[in-house]
């Protein structure tokens, strides 16, 4: 087994461990119940927002896990090993990436179809909906990990994450919404600026990681 595979097995096993998985579906799953709450029972004006709704779920939910993403690694001196070991930068954070994206993404596809009853999608709009999430989430995956890389050791880590995050999001957040709801183009768009993350962050974030460890 290569070392890059093992790395990306280790962030799944993490992900899946001590409740980093359970934190970002019931956070995910909660703004699905309160939204009804907060808009009230209009069935019809429920389903006109579920998109905006699960895709803004979706993002909140992914940034949640990202204090753990590169931090404990750093401050244990994981990431010197895997300099040591001839593992690049890069190659470490595209690995994170895979394990982060594992992590979240397919338990969060599964909690969708629950969050889409919710909020009275109906059942015609839940592939194009799923369709976005599955495109988008690894633009979102690849976010979290550079964003923790530039924010790992720092205090106050997690609000900083979240304003370093949300803006380079909104791309995602609005092309997903626009797929999710049949806009024509909205689907390549938002497969173009995912690509666009998943092929670039792993190279900020390498890069981030080194300046960490000096």
């Not at 397919?106 to 629950?114: E, K, N, S």
């Not at 923790?148 to 949300?166: E, F, W």
């Not at 791309?171 to 997903?176: A, E, K, M, Q, S």
């Amino acid at each position: 087994m290569s070392a890059w595979l093992r790395i990306v097995l280790r962030e799944v096993r993490r992900a899946w461990s001590s409740g980093g998985l359970l934190l970002p579906v019931a956070f995910f799953l909660l703004v699905a119940i309160l939204f009804p709450f907060g808009i009230g029972p209009d069935a019809r004006l429920l389903a006109r927002i579920a998109p905006g709704a699960v895709w803004a779920a979706a993002l909140l939910a992914a940034l949640l896990p990202v204090e753990r993403l590169v931090a404990p690694d750093l401050e244990s001196g994981v990431l010197d090993q895997f300099a040591v070991r001839g593992i690049p930068d890069g190659s470490v954070a595209a690995a994170k990436i895979a394990g982060h994206w594992l992590g979240f993404a397919p338990p969060l596809l599964v909690a969708t179809i629950v969050a889409a009853a919710l909020l009275h999608l109906p059942e015609a709009a839940l592939p194009a909906l799923l369709a976005s999430l599955a495109i988008g989430t690894p633009g979102l995956a690849a976010l979290g990990v550079a964003t923790a890389a530039l924010v790992a050791g720092l205090r106050g880590a997690g609000a900083l994450a979240g304003l370093i995050l949300l803006p380079f999001a909104v791309p995602l957040l609005i092309f997903g919404v626009g797929a999710a709801s049949g806009q024509p183009g909205a689907i390549k768009l938002l497969g173009a600026v995912s690509l666009l993350l998943v092929a670039g962050c792993p190279a900020a974030a390498g890069a981030a990681m080194r300046m960490g460890r000096s």
